[in-house]
């Protein structure tokens, strides 16, 4: 099992940067690919980005790409979530999971609390 917590949201300027972080607790970090989703008011949850288990393989929503990174460091359990040039509608809560694969399919098991991130024309 795994237990995250996400830290690093705020209110930032239009253009602006932010850094989420996402610290695991647990032995097995190392195992699960990261994802990122977020949530803004009134809008379903959407998939942000992934990164796979030894930090090499990303994969972005459109809207984020060229913007966000996603990177990890499995010797500290942790996550991150780089947001650069942000728009008002980046503004939302962000949340860390851990995905799984069972029989095949992917499945993020694990959720943070989330961390919102508010971002002013």
């Known amino acids: 099992q795994v237990q995250l917590v996400e830290s690093g949201g705020g209110l930032v300027q239009a253009g602006g940067s932010l850094r989420l972080s996402c610290a695991a607790s647990?032995?097995?970090?190392?195992?699960?690919?990261m994802g990122w989703f977020r949530q803004a008011p009134g809008k379903e949850r959407e998939f942000v980005g992934v990164i796979g288990i030894s930090g090499v393989d990303t994969y972005y929503v459109d809207s984020v790409k060229g913007r966000f990174t996603i990177s990890r460091d499995n010797a500290k359990n942790t996550v991150y979530l780089q947001m650069n040039s942000l728009k008002p509608e980046d503004t939302a809560v962000y949340y860390c999971?851990?995905?799984?694969?069972?029989?095949?399919?992917?499945?993020?098991?694990?959720w943070g609390q989330g961390t919102q991130v508010t971002v002013s024309s």
């Open positions: 999971a851990a995905r799984t694969v069972v029989a095949g399919t992917p499945k993020y098991d694990y």
């Open positions: 647990g032995r097995t970090f190392s195992r699960y690919a």
